[in-house]
């Protein structure tokens, strides 16, 4: 009997954006599945998950959700009754229960340097963009990805609002009830590990852990990322 293979839906977090799922894309679509990188806004966690949640309405079939860091955020409410996301994959990545913000998890283990690498940028309405800096860039988001690379991720980076990071999730969140799957690295210097490890054992998700790598793990280890996203497509 003929088999739909799912279409995967990527969601980048802060500081990076759609293009640098690249090397994860090929991956997904040499192995026949239909990909789309969705650029998420970064505006605030409800406007990004139904933005992600309109996208994912208009398409026929079984969907996977990957989500890197904030983007864990959107796809867990992104997901939230949607009858055709069959699991959730996150890449370094925030798996909040309801009331917890992406600030709210990094800040309840110790190990973050993100803070004092942001720059930011005030906006008409009175919020702000927040941006790593360029020459903090690599150290503290890439440190394992070449620096060639890194300089161009560090240009094109897209911010988030500070207004995003500190807003909590709100409602039901997907998770609990989608199988799971997470990718940790261990050198994250923007989510502890430890963080990752909590939300993972919490959602009782299977868990892929990389010694070494940095919170862009999706461009420093883009083989490894593939091969989960394909085991929840597959499942």
Do not use: C
């Amino acid at each position: 009997m003929a088999t739909t293979k799912p279409t995967i839906v990527l969601s980048h977090g802060a500081f990076a954006e759609s293009g640098g799922w690249g090397p994860v894309v090929e991956r997904l679509q040499a192995a026949g599945h239909r990909v789309v990188a969705a650029a998420n806004p970064l505006r605030s966690v409800a406007y990004d998950a139904a933005q992600l949640r309109a996208l994912v309405d208009t398409i026929d079939g079984p969907v996977v959700l990957v989500g890197h860091s904030y983007g864990g955020m959107v796809i867990s409410k992104a997901a939230a009754g949607a009858d055709n996301v069959t699991a959730l994959v996150y890449v370094a990545a925030f798996a909040p229960e309801a009331g917890e913000s992406a600030a709210d998890l990094s800040g309840q283990f110790p190990g973050s340097t993100l803070a004092e690498t942001l720059r930011p940028v005030p906006l008409p309405d009175g919020n702000q963009d927040v941006y790593v800096a360029q020459e903090l860039y690599r150290q503290q988001f890439a440190a394992d990805v070449p620096e060639e690379t890194t300089r161009v991720m560090a240009a094109t980076q897209r911010p988030i609002t500070a207004a995003a990071l500190n807003e909590a999730a709100e409602g039901p969140q997907a998770w609990p009830g989608l199988p799971t799957y997470f990718l940790i690295a261990e050198a994250d210097k923007n989510i502890p590990a430890a963080a990752h490890h909590f939300m993972a054992e919490r959602a009782k998700g299977e868990i892929v852990s990389i010694e070494g790598a940095s919170h862009a793990v999706f461009a420093s280890h883009p083989a490894e990322v593939a091969d989960l996203v394909l085991r929840a497509a597959g499942a």
